[in-house]
């Protein structure tokens, strides 16, 4: 008795806790350890065990009051066994909350055999180029998944022998666990929810019925797809341990950076770098296109940063038909070498820019003026 914790230490509540106290506390342990919401911890049932042990005996006056008498030893002088006592197979009982809350994995049917589950989900990953995301493409993929072992035709039995049905849960995977208030749905200890035992395990699969394979398939990926989005390819993930459907596969997308475009939505944007002489006087310029070049006419006077919008250029959304628009930002580029007539032109025009000074120009001007010189108030 001396290994067992205290179990007002295990409900986590005070020794002078109310009736009412012990029942919340246990509630919330008992969520808290479900073997269903904590499958990959094995000891969760252990747990889950303990706190309806802890529980049957603080929620019961007369037991309570002699384990605070005596501790654990004054609890076994009849050979007293586990709480929960011998698990009851999963037949005429009825659904219970916790095992709605939890969903038990689907595996168990009211009254009859068991739901076959579905086989995992998996991932794999795709690499574009923008070209091939804004037009849609078919790309080879390869990854790796579980599927029916072939030794043993995905019974997991070695050759020869036959898996057997659960004695504990009679096949259906599940049993039910009683603890005082509450009667929860669980997977079985014995079988962990297969419903089966096998006693000679297959050694390719090592009683699993399903081994590691490479697969590569051919992926649709439709025009307009972006960065981050994946395309279901049903059916493709891992196959069922027993014979359930497979599960789905999901191919996640990558868009590479281009060079010349960014994308926003369903539009691409373009920074095109212009000449002074460009922006002031006008020009037409030839742009690129994902689907080739097209002409763009810079009006006289064109400041930097500048958009302009040439319609259907972009991409389309994902099972849409209607592209988005190409802006072009037109960047003024400013010479970092100038030829002697360059430079001669360029202060000629510097002079012409003090006798007529440009309209923006002389506005900046004027509040820089007003900012450092403001009027004085009228007293």
Known sequence: MADKRDYYEVLQVSRTATKVEIDR?????????????????????DKFKECGEAYEVLSDADKRARYDQFGHAGLHSGGGASPFGDFDSFGDVF?????DFFGGGGRARRGGGRRRSRGADIRCDCTLTLEEAARGVSKEVSFRRRTGCQTCDGSGAAAGSQPTVCATCGGRGQVIQ?????RVQ?????????????SQPCGECRGSGLVNEKATLTVDIPAGVDDGMRVRLQGEGEASPDGGPRGDCYCFITVKPHELFQRDGTNLVLK????YSQAALGAEIEIPTLDGRTELRIEPGTQ???????????????????????LVQTVIEVPKKLSEGQAKLLRELAELDHESVLPEHKSF???????????PHAS
Do not use: W
């Open 186 to 198: 669980t997977n079985c200890p014995t079988c962990r929810g297969s419903g089966k035992t096998i």
């Open 272 to 275: 095109f770098p212009i000449s």
């Open 365 to 375: 001007f004027e509040k820089l003026r007003n900012f450092f010189d403001p009027e």
């Open 25 to 45: 506390a246990y509630r919330k342990m008992a969520i808290k350890h479900h073997p269903d919401s904590n499958r990959n911890d094995p000891e969760a049932a």
């Open 304 to 326: 930097s940063g500048t958009v302009f919008r040439i319609p259907g250029c972009g991409v389309v959304q994902p099972g849409g038909s209607r592209p988005g628009d190409l």
């Open 178 to 182: 009683s603890a005082g208030i509450l």
């Open 95 to 99: 659904g219970d909350v916790l095992n």
